[in-house]
């Protein structure tokens, strides 16, 4: 039996030798694994296993209130909430949600911006759980452009697999006023990502393009979900990601037919990677 109930050990890849994510395990496998190691520590036949220790995962997922304002793009709907059955002069407690697909912290999917592009329950959801990168540009000020310059040190460890995290600490800002005049990822840097293989950048912003222009032309939106990737946006919490040994990161979407966007329950957790 394991000691620490905080642990499950899961198949997991390696970020230099793969670009999948392995399938699910089902718990019975997982369990046969956890029993195999716990009783042949030393043996040779063991394949690296992941654990993940639950007890680190964040929440980088912002929450969705109805007393507390929820940033939206004009035109885009706010997140309500409305009773419908009461206890205790009901049978049970339930809601009416009502929300846009681009509400709180959530994904786009191709055919979000691009005609023909895959809707969110075509996505190949191993895509979005996977190693985490976080770039760390909080020196950004407010409407300023993050270049390649910025973040080329972290270039060796960009490509296929790789879910990029772009960290400008801007989440600090999620229902104030200001929160929409956040840095922005310039295009060419985000057309150099992309030429890495990278397929899923996520950001703590409404958007990884400038907002609030006259004429937006959400060129990163473009480059990315053109290629066939995501955009997670409005996380938060991502400088505690930064605190973590190997972050990993789960985007899974809800299961929405033909739909361009999806909110998300967005989760890291720290890995250690081999034999246990």
């Not at 985490?132 to 390649?148: C, N, P, Q, S, T």
């Not at 060796?156 to 929409?180: A, F, Q």
Request: charge should be negative; include cysteine.
């Amino acid at each position: 039996m394991l000691e620490n109930k905080d642990e499950v050990v899961v198949r997991m890849p390696s970020l230099r030798t793969t670009s999948h994510i392995s399938p699910l395990i089902p718990i019975p496998d997982i369990v046969n694994i956890v029993s195999i190691c716990l009783g042949e520590r030393t043996s040779n036949s063991i394949l690296p296993l992941l654990v993940v220790h639950f007890r680190d995962m964040l929440d980088l997922t912002h929450l969705l209130s109805t007393s507390t304002p929820v940033p939206v793009f004009d035109g885009h709907p706010t997140y309500s909430a409305s009773p419908i059955s009461c206890l205790p002069h009901d049978a049970s407690n339930v809601h009416a949600l009502s929300l846009g697909s681009h509400t709180g912290t959530h994904i786009d999917a191709p055919w979000h911006f691009i005609e023909g592009g895959k809707t969110i329950d075509q996505l190949d959801l191993r895509t979005l759980v996977g190693r985490a990168l976080v770039l760390d540009v909080r020196g950004k000020k407010a409407h300023e452009k993050i270049v390649w310059e910025d973040i080329e040190k972290w270039e060796d460890v960009m490509h296929e697999g790789v879910i990029v995290l772009i960290c400008t600490g801007w989440s600090r800002y999620w229902g104030k006023s200001n929160y929409g005049d956040h840095p922005y990822l310039d295009t060419s840097a985000a057309e150099k990502i992309v030429g890495k293989g990278v397929r899923v950048i996520g950001c703590d912003t409404m958007s990884p393009d400038e907002v609030g222009t006259d004429n937006p032309t959400h060129g990163v939106h473009r480059i990315v979900l053109g290629a066939g990737g995501v955009i997670a946006e409005n996380l938060c919490n991502l400088e505690q990601v930064l605190e973590l040994i190997e972050p990993v990161v789960s985007l899974l979407p809800l299961r929405l037919e033909r739909c361009d966007g999806s909110p998300i329950r967005a989760v890291a957790w720290s890995s250690a990677q081999g034999p246990v």
